[in-house]
């Protein structure tokens, strides 16, 4: 591995850089980005910034790429030290995402079943950064493979538990007589386990990439939580996570169409958080997903 490669992802990742979206940016681009002020000269310089990382692995073969990265699936279990766990995730990010020979779709798909539970897991991390790091990795393969099904049922309970969705509204438990009328005002999730806004819309992407790509069939099993995730993104403080959320209603329910009744009552009350928001981008996504649930009843 090159030498200024892990010194740019080492110094984007621990220095607190002006104006750095690890949504909107590449995590390691204002690492390596000239200064504004360059000549114009500096043209073919910038070009090569753009470009991957220039990083030595085996590419052809799944079994030999999982022996290379041995030591850094190690380091992600543990528990004790953070800074391996980071360091390993920095080594995945690397490979998967920043290399700019990467492997083929074949590897990915037969390395997926393999690391998933890990990065499964790194979505609960105590650091912020590793779990970024986990999240964008899992989104750069959920975004290669064609087949998810494997990693449905070892995702769902995670991101339940990340956006707080289990029982929305704390009526689970009652019996059907003593439950009150819904609520029709709007309303917005509170104590979220992840206090991290751009984790959060990674997590809301993810989401929308696993029921856009997947069967109805599969996901059918999972309707439940995955209802109840896309009303807590719908319902969740942040603007950005509201409209990625609404998205992914959407693609439920144009995936799922009649299928989806019984929900429909409490997938629309969600939405009215996005429909009194300030900013209009999010008024209008909230409506555009409201047509989608009310074709779905």
Same mark, same amino acid.
């Given at each position: ?153 070892? /995702?769902?309970?995670?991101? %339940? ?8 509204? #704390? *009526?689970?438990? @009652?019996? +059907?007589? &003593? ?91 969600? /939405?009215?958080?996005?429909? %009194? ?8 996504? #909230? *409506?555009?997903? @409201?047509? +989608?649930? &009310?074709?779905?009843?």
């Amino acid at each position: 591995m090159p030498k200024d490669a892990t010194a740019k992802l080492i110094e984007a990742f621990n220095a607190k850089q002006t104006g750095y979206d690890p949504i909107l940016d590449d995590p390691i681009s204002d690492g390596s980005v000239h200064e504004s002020g360059s000549d114009d000269n500096d043209e073919g310089s910038n070009d090569e910034s753009d470009e991957g990382v220039q990083i030595v692995f085996p590419r052809e073969n799944a079994a030999e790429l999982l022996t290379f990265l041995h030591r850094e699936i190690t380091n992600i279990s543990n528990m004790e030290d953070a800074s391996k766990r980071k360091f390993a995730l920095m080594r995945f990010y690397e490979i998967f995402v920043l290399a700019e020979d990467r492997a083929n779709k074949k590897v990915y798909q037969e390395i997926l079943p393999q690391i998933q539970k890990l990065l499964f897991k790194r979505l609960s991390d105590k650091v912020m950064k590793n779990r970024e790091l986990a999240a964008l990795i899992i989104k750069e393969f959920f975004s290669t493979v064609d087949d998810l099904t494997l990693s449905i049922p070892y /995702l769902i309970p995670v991101i %339940v538990d990340r956006t707080n969705a289990d029982d929305l509204e #704390g *009526l689970d438990t @009652l019996p +059907d007589q &003593m439950r009150p009328k819904p609520e029709q005002r709007a309303m917005q999730i509170t104590n979220l386990p992840e206090d991290s806004e751009e984790i959060r819309v990674i997590l809301a992407e993810i989401m929308t990439l696993v029921v856009s790509a997947t069967d109805w069939v599969c996901l059918r099993p999972y309707v439940d939580p995955l209802v109840a995730i896309f009303r807590a993104l719908c319902m969740d403080p942040a603007g950005i996570v509201i409209i990625e959320g609404t998205m992914g209603m959407a693609a439920l329910a144009r995936a799922a169409e009649n299928q989806l009744i019984h929900f429909c009552e409490n997938m629309g009350r969600s /939405l009215f958080t996005a429909m %009194v928001h300030k900013h209009a981008k999010v008024r209008i996504a #909230g *409506l555009n997903a @409201l047509f +989608d649930v &009310m074709v779905c009843g």
